[in-house]
């Protein structure tokens, strides 16, 4: 069974930072695109940033020049650098990733259990 494990959430002043992880454990066999989610109160769950088997990342625009993902493929985990921190980032932060446990099943998705993140002064 693949799990996803967020770390790092809490509350912060705008324009502070805070460095997400997220490992991922379980049978795996192989680990394609990660990313980060983020869901408001009152507001659908969107895309923050992600990245692919060979680095190659996204942002939302809003996060542009802020936001900052990273993965370690040897440790099985992605990171989120977030810098300069505004009340509007304010939301639970997802993990996701497509996962393929073995050789015998096709990759899915994966989610983690969400961690708090609070901008506010």
């Known amino acids: 069974q693949v799990q996803l494990v967020e770390s790092g959430g809490g509350l912060v002043q705008p324009g502070e930072s805070l460095r997400l992880s997220c490992a991922a454990s379980?049978?795996?066999?192989?680990?394609?695109?990660m990313g980060w989610y983020r869901q408001a109160p009152g507001k659908q769950r969107e895309l923050v940033a992600s990245?692919?088997?060979?680095?190659?990342?996204d942002y939302a625009d809003s996060v542009k020049g802020r936001f900052t993902i990273s993965r370690d493929n040897a440790k099985k985990m992605v990171y989120v650098q977030m810098n300069s921190l505004e009340p509007e980032d304010t939301a639970v932060y997802y993990c996701?990733?497509?996962?393929?446990?073995?050789?015998?099943?096709?990759?899915?998705?994966?989610w983690g259990q969400g961690t708090q993140v609070t901008v506010s002064s």
């Open positions: 996701n990733a497509v996962i393929r446990s073995t050789i015998l099943v096709p990759s899915r998705a994966y």
């Open positions: 379980g049978i795996i066999f192989r680990i394609d695109t």
């Open positions: 990245i692919t088997s060979g680095n190659v990342t």
